[in-house]
């Protein structure tokens, strides 16, 4: 139970309820239904997904063994070799899946894999480090629509949209650890309101698309800015570093019902629907294995 837990932790077990609703949020911007190559490409994605996890404690085992000791590594109870071969074997598993899912899905793996592993060995320190996240969270969505019907184009608005959120979460986890200014969660705070308005407009970039029924994708935006909006705040009036994770936490979450809102606009309310089912899941988890 020791080791399932230590496993647990190094790949933030809660965080990955927020993958599925990459690849549903791509195929609806399609018009296109899931289908088992849809599988394939969230599996692909949840593959990649935790190895982007594995790598980044490997990566940051001395920096963790200072300011973070409980974490699996420093603490000892997982040998960064271990950490390593599973992300590697991670890395392998999810390109094969998307290879399973056809070359339009590969195409968009291998550079996803690539950004997971350039941001966690060079660029999560530097100025680059949020845009490349942000573009891995893109690429992620992109990949499930490219394994559902081998195109891209139209799911490029709604990568846009989760990336700006990708983008605004993670510039507040870089100072997490020792807390910073109010400057990160006040445009994280901004970023939030942006979305959401954007998210109440109905999808005019696919006209050809029926009408939406307005109240899921309303209530789906609401949920988003509700999670985010009061840790975003409270981080922003006291940036301590308890405060940061937490609304660090809460950015993480939010992923998902931006996500079904990303889909229910798309006029996909039954995928929409399964993606915000995945958030109370992530929460109950979330008491037990912290997400960062």
């Not at 993958?19 to 190559?37: E, I, K, Q, S």
């Not at 790598?55 to 603490?75: F, G, I, K, Q, V």
């Not at 094969?96 to 590969?106: D, F, K």
């Not at 950004?115 to 060079?122: A, E, H, I």
Request: proline share 9%; glycine share 8%; hydrophobic share 50%.
């Amino acid at each position: 139970m020791s080791r399932s837990r230590a496993w647990a932790e190094l790949l933030r077990l809660p965080a990955l309820f927020t993958v599925p609703g990459d690849a549903l949020a791509g195929a609806a911007a399609l018009g296109t239904r899931p289908t088992g190559r849809t599988l394939l490409g969230i599996a692909s994605s949840l593959c990649l997904y935790e190895a982007g996890m594995a790598l980044n404690d490997w990566a940051d085992r001395e920096e963790d063994a200072a300011e973070r000791p409980h974490r699996p590594l420093p603490s000892g109870r997982i040998r960064p070799a271990a950490a390593l071969g599973a992300a590697g074997a991670l890395t392998a598993a999810g390109l094969a899946l998307a290879a399973r899912a056809g070359r339009p899905a590969l195409t968009v793996a291998v550079p996803l894999a690539a950004t997971v592993w350039s941001y966690d060995l060079v660029l999560k320190r530097t100025p680059a480090g949020p845009a490349a996240m942000a573009a891995a969270r893109g690429l992620d969505l992109l990949l499930g629509a490219a394994a559902t019907a081998g195109q891209v184009r139209p799911a490029l608005p709604s990568a846009a949209l989760l990336g700006a959120h990708t983008l605004a979460v993670t510039t507040v986890s870089r100072q997490e650890t020792g807390g910073g200014t109010p400057l990160a969660p006040l445009t994280a705070l901004a970023t939030t309101g942006a979305l959401t308005w954007r998210l109440h407009r109905r999808a005019a970039d696919r006209p050809q698309a029926p009408a939406l029924a307005e109240p899921l994708p309303l209530a789906l935006a609401a949920g988003y800015a509700l999670t985010t909006a009061r840790p975003y705040l409270h981080a922003a009036l006291n940036p301590s570093a308890p405060l940061t994770q937490r609304a660090v936490g809460a950015g993480i979450r939010a992923t998902i019902p931006l996500q079904a809102a990303l889909t229910a606009r798309s006029g996909a309310p039954a995928a929409a629907l399964c993606t915000a089912a995945l958030a109370p899941l992530a929460r109950v988890l979330a008491r037990r294995v912290s997400v960062t």
